[in-house]
């Protein structure tokens, strides 16, 4: 079935559709963080830390993961301030042009990971299977962007040729 899914063809427009529904989000996430110009991580990750309090099966956030908000990221909440809208920006607009296809779905996955274990269960599930299922489509994703305009054919160019079977 992925063999199918990797071979390119009409079906390449369904995982431009997907990457583009990825870039949207990804995009106006970041824009409305920076346009606000008043995003703080601040409460969100002082309420990653509540969650971690929870007991029983209320728990959204491993008491490892409090201990990591705690004292790396509050610590450095200014700098996170920062990086999180520009990172969500970024991946927004490669995703959008089809550029830095893998590595940009590669680093939403991550932040993905990082809200989803915060305990914030918005869209982050589904961001996350839509991204895995793009890395898994391999080119296919990017056949549509500049990816798969420029990049890829370069590449295949620039490939060493495929070794011959000596003749028998």
Known sequence: MWAYLQRRGKKSIVFTLIRLYLGVKWTMAGYEKIKGGSFNATSFLKGALEKAKASGADVLVQDWWAVVIKYLFLPNVEILNYLIPVT???IGIFLLTGSFTRRSLQYAIALNFLYLLSGSLHVNPQMIILS?????V???AATYGID???FIPAMRKAAPPKPTSPPM
Not at 132 to 136: G, H, T
């Open 88 to 90: 969500e920006l970024i």
């Open 132 to 136: 895995l299922f793009l890395l898994k």
């Open 138 to 140: 391999k080119e296919n």
């Open 148 to 150: 798969g305009w420029i």
